[in-house]
């Protein structure tokens, strides 16, 4: 596969608590050079990030990161700040709780509810897959599926493990056609990017990638 199509598919991500101004504008530019599908970085950086590229690149960005128990509200909030500030894409944390508890219904309407403010910019969903049964994955793909999300995302890149193969087999497997996949988190090699692609990823999160064709990658970062 050519790298600049692998390129063209990540969200190359800084999200360490400790990113400087410095550094955002670092990834923004090689966001631009590279034709990166985004950058994602905090919710403080947005609106900078967005008066500096302007419409060169799509800026995405996290709520109620990383431990998704945030009220609804609250998510909601910074939702439609995100998007105030220019942010044209969206990544949320599921409540995990509330998925422990089988409370399908209040995490069915906590997404509904922030895809409407998202309207049509593009809505991706964080599940955390290493916290989770197979069987509450299989959940997580119909409840994605019915919120009218845009993507079903594997991590926050904030837990005990990130991507993997089978996750990616069995969310094409269970989510609907009109749900894309986002790979993230410990996507380490062109090879990889490569494998996620092959199985049915259409965004990867990481930094990596373009630090390998920078050749300044030190095996550090998302």
Known sequence: MDIKDILSKVDHTLLNPKATWEEIKNICDDGMKYSTAS???PPS???RAKEYV?????????????????TAEVKIFETENAIENGADEIDMVINLGDLMDKNYD????E??????VCGERVLKVIIETCLLSEEQKIKMCEI?????????????????GGATFEDIELFAKYVGENVKIKAAGGISSIADAEKFISLGADRLGTSRLVKIMKNTDTGAGY
């Open 54 to 70: 302007g419409n060169r690149l799509k800026i995405c960005t996290v709520i109620g990161f990383p431990n998704g128990y945030n």
């Open 111 to 116: 997404i509904t509810k922030i895809k409407s």
């Open 45 to 47: 950086f947005v609106k």
């Open 144 to 160: 994605v599926t019915k919120s009218g999300a845009d993507f079903i995302k594997t991590s926050t890149g904030f837990s005990t």
């Open 39 to 41: 950058v994602c970085i």
């Open 106 to 109: 209040n995490i069915l309407s």
